[in-house]
């Protein structure tokens, strides 16, 4: 335990204890019940980078995060400042991202007095948060803060709310703050039990049709390497969740791509056609595993988390290991190699995985036109440098950089695959490029999402953190519309969203750069532009607005019944 | 479906009963009872949970409040290793003296506390578990029920249990 000499304000502790953190940026807006936050801007090394909403902070801090894997901080004031965050930060715990979010609040006096700007934030936020903090003195301050990233950051990540109220922020006690965090109630580190470990890896031995299921749980723990030595080391093919897309490089011979609803047609075939699945870091969502009973029913299931409430949450396990994802497959890479288990040719199984993924990359059909949605994402992958960070939107752009965009450097992929947040693609990699200057940022981008967050654009240009936004637009609610032509017999309602407005001018008038690409040149040139460019780049890239996304496992059924392109 | 009875050691702070019951609303878990106080140790508060389901909900309801921060210990009780009880308050409607004397007999055979006695009801204070105070109330439905208050269950596993 630290504590300082002279009294200091709540609004200084904090800032003092940011620091402590390592933070460097702090993502924002400001208002009234701030103010005293703000003002210790001008007195510490914090950058501070504004937001033109609330929303768009919290999805920058979320973008940080992720890439960072340390927490993402944002600000906002009460009330309407507060409220907005919500979106942002349902979104990061959905996604079990790393968030720090500090608002104001009315002085302690005034709460539950319905104040001007006051909203019951703690109340509000607590169904979304991993947890919240209302310090209610200047002392509770700085461990508010340090417990917050302890939280935010360790175990299965998520987001942590700090409410301070104004009058905490201005008044004055000695900052103290602890060398190590802890809680009675949290105990985020669990080791992998060997003896599981131990009848995890009896068990895919013994399989005769192995696959690996790869979720976000991998990422977030970086456990590329030792995905990659055990799948190689048993020769096991893999595939992955659309969270996990590119937890394992998408080029590798062993790799199938992610299943699910807009799986890849190989993923889904071939996790199907398997006897037993080990499932690393994934809660299986719905959205994975079509239906739960079928997805159970059909094979052995050993799974891998670092939260005990994951397993058998959603499907029934035979083996399960509790434990950070990284930790546990490095325990069982320990007891493969004690047991001599040498890099492995595979036999029939992987021969067949391998024809599978050739038979689908060589045989999907995909759109004909000039710029169908396959052609132009291969080109944007051709193009970009392998550790370039990608975000996406949601919608079907999103579903085709699943389908055509391989990630080649593991943990270079994010979009909001939990909470499905349209808008959350631009300000994340806008704090993705924060969090990694060096390397081009691009969000594959839907027009209807990207308008929910365009304004972003005067953060990266005046900020100047530019980052390309690859417009994807087919000026409609294309998922949506496409869902309509499926199952509502083409009566489309609210989809159209009109030639509204102009992306190259809009570009413009924030002062970044807008392209417009017809061809697949024009695109070729643009992608070059914007790799080149030190402003933001938007390409507006206008497709068929009737391409359709697939496959497409429709909501409720199997994988297996997969509707395929005729 | 099967009954359980979970026992929370959580922090006493605000907020924390909101918390923990969100937790079963918003992931669809059922509450059958909930009884809260201050423990010996004045930061930490004893929930006692009453809910039911099947074993795949009752193990997720241990993990989910297991999970939650504020929670120091969940413990899913044995019923038969544990102490049980619960409080009711029962007014009960008389309509002539025979019944007023049928009525305290009920109340004399489950072990219950006459109060308030008038000419045309009484109350009976029962501390019970919650299959004798239903067989209570169902005894004494038969006079007719005027109104009913029920504290939830509070819980203790037996020493060496
Ligand atoms: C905030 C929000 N509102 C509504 C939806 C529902 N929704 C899912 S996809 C989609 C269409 C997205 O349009 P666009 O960004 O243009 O992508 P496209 O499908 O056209 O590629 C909508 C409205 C959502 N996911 N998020
Ligand atoms: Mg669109």
């Known amino acids: 335990m630290t504590e300082t000499s002279e009294p200091v304000t709540g609004a200084r502790a904090l800032m003092t204890a940011l620091e402590g953190e390592g933070v460097r940026e702090v993502f924002g807006l400001p208002g009234g019940a701030n103010l005293p936050m703000y003002d210790e801007f001008t007195r510490c090394n914090i950058r501070h980078i504004l937001v033109r909403h609330e929303q768009s902070a919290a999805h920058m801090a979320d973008g940080y995060g992720r890439v960072s894997r340390r927490p993402g901080v944002c600000f906002a004031t009460s009330g309407p400042g507060a409220t907005n965050l919500l979106t942002g930060i349902a979104t990061a715990q959905a996604d079990s991202a790393p968030v720090v979010a500090v608002t104001g609040q009315v002085p302690v006096h005034f709460i539950g007095k319905d104040a001007f700007q006051e909203s019951d934030i703690m109340g509000m936020a607590n169904p979304v948060v991993k947890y919240a903090f209302q310090p209610r003195t200047p002392e509770e301050v700085p461990i508010s803060v340090q417990k917050a990233f302890y939280i935010a950051a360790t175990g299965r990540p998520g987001p942590v709310l700090v409410d301070i109220p104004k009058d905490v922020q201005s008044a004055h006690a000695k900052m103290r703050t602890v060398d190590s965090v802890s809680m009675r109630g949290y105990h985020p580190w669990t080791d992998p039990d060997i003896q599981n470990v131990e009848r995890a890896i009896e068990t895919l031995i013994r399989a005769d049709k192995p696959i690996i299921l790869a979720g976000g749980g991998t990422i977030i723990s970086s456990a590329f390497a030792e995905l990659q030595a055990v799948a190689e080391m048993l020769s096991i093919p893999v595939v992955t969740t659309f969270k996990g897309k590119g937890a394992f490089p998408e080029n590798h011979p062993l790799s199938l791509g992610p299943i699910g609803m807009h799986g890849h047609a190989e993923a889904n075939k071939i996790i199907t056609e398997a006897d037993c699945v080990l499932a690393v870091g994934t809660r299986f969502s719905d959205r994975s595993v079509g239906t739960f009973e079928d997805f159970e029913s059909r094979r052995t299931i050993i799974h891998i988390d670092v939260d005990p409430a994951e397993i058998g949450k959603n499907q029934t396990t035979r083996v399960a290991v509790v434990g950070d994802v990284r930790a546990s497959l490095r325990v069982m890479l320990r007891l493969l190699e004690a047991r001599k288990v040498g890099p492995d040719e595979g036999g029939e199984w992987v021969r067949h995985a391998r024809e599978m993924r050739e038979y689908w990359q060589e045989n999907l059909k995909i759109h004909p036109g000039e710029l169908g949605a396959a052609k132009i994402l291969r080109k944007l992958r051709q193009l970009l440098p392998p550790e370039s960070v990608v975000t996406t939107e949601v919608g079907q752009h999103q579903m085709w950089a699943s389908l055509f965009f391989d990630v080649i450097s593991p943990g270079t992929f994010f979009s909001s695959t939990g909470l499905g947040t349209m808008g959350w693609g631009f300000p994340a990699a806008i704090g993705a490029k924060v969090a990694r200057p060096g390397v081009p940022v691009v969000d594959i981008a839907g027009d209807g999402s990207f308008n929910m967050t365009e304004n972003s654009l005067a953060t990266s240009v005046l900020e100047d953190i530019p980052v390309i936004v690859f417009l994807v637009n087919n000026y409609s609610l294309g998922m949506v519309a496409q869902w309509q032509r499926t199952f509502y017999n083409r009566r489309m309602v609210g989809v159209d969203q009109g030639r509204c407005p102009d992306y190259v001018k809009l570009a413009e008038s924030y002062g970044a750069q807008g392209i417009r690409a017809q061809s697949m040149d024009e695109l070729d040139a643009a992608i070059r532009a914007g790799l080149k460019s030190d402003v933001a780049t938007v390409i507006d890239i206008p497709i068929d607005p009737e391409e359709d996304v697939l496959p497409f496992v429709q909501p409720g059924t199997p994988l297996s019944k997969m509707i395929l392109p005729s | ?161």
């Open chain 2, 1 to 161: 479906m099967m009954w359980a009875i979970f026992s929370i050691l959580v922090e006493n702070k605000p907020g924390i009963l909101f918390e923990v019951t969100h937790m079963f609303r918003s992931r669809n878990f059922n509450i059958d009872s909930i009884a809260v106080g201050v423990t010996e140790n004045p930061g930490l508060s004893r929930m006692t949970i009453t809910t039911y389901g099947d074993e795949r909900q009752l193990s997720q309801i241990g993990k989910q409040l297991d999970k939650m921060i504020d929670t120091v210990e969940v413990r899913r009780l044995d019923e038969h290793k544990t102490v049980y009880r619960e409080l009711a308050i029962f007014k009960i409607k008389i309509s002539n003296a025979e019944e007023s004397m049928e009525v305290n007999k009920l109340i004399n055979a489950y072990g219950a506390k006459a109060h308030d006695t008038r000419k045309d009801s009484i109350m009976a204070e029962l501390t019970s578990t919650p299959d004798q105070i239903r067989a209570f109330e169902e005894l004494a439905g038969r006079f007719g029920i005027l109104e009913t208050a029920r504290t939830g269950m509070a819980a203790l596993q037996r020493s060496g249990a």
